[in-house]
């Protein structure tokens, strides 16, 4: 079992920036860690991932330049750091964890098994 915990939402304005954070414990073995949003009515949406083994990072097209992943797989914890907002990147924002291998850094849903609650990030215009 992996439990994930997001934090660092809020509402912020266009142009601003913002950190998420997602603490993990549980199963220490984690071979990738990712972001995603989903706004209401619509489907979740693959934001960032990283592969916490083997290395590799994925961007959706939407945030790409604009936010940044990382990890501290020492705290066990995952980064999200959001630059340049906007009001389309307002959304409920869920940590994932995958705990098999994995060939590249996945980016759909089917590709984590765990989920946080999620953190909200709304940006006003």
């Known amino acids: 079992q992996v439990q994930l915990v997001e934090s660092g939402g809020g509402l912020v304005q266009v142009g601003d920036s913002l950190s998420l954070s997602c603490a993990a414990s549980g199963r220490p073995v984690r071979y990738a860690m990712g972001w995603f949003r989903q706004q209401p009515g619509k489907e979740r949406e693959f934001v960032a991932a990283?592969?916490?083994?083997?290395?590799?990072?994925s961007y959706g097209d939407s945030v790409r330049g604009r936010f940044t992943i990382s990890s501290d797989n020492g705290k066990n914890l995952l980064y999200l750091q959001m630059n340049t907002l906007k009001p389309e990147d307002t959304a409920m924002y869920y940590c994932?964890?995958?705990?098999?291998?994995?060939?590249?850094?996945?980016?759909?849903?089917?590709?984590?098994?765990?989920w946080g609650q999620g953190t909200q990030v709304t940006v006003s215009s």
């Open positions: 994932a964890a995958r705990t098999y291998n994995s060939l590249r850094v996945p980016e759909t849903t089917s590709g984590y098994n765990y």
């Open positions: 990283i592969r916490t083994i083997g290395g590799g990072t």
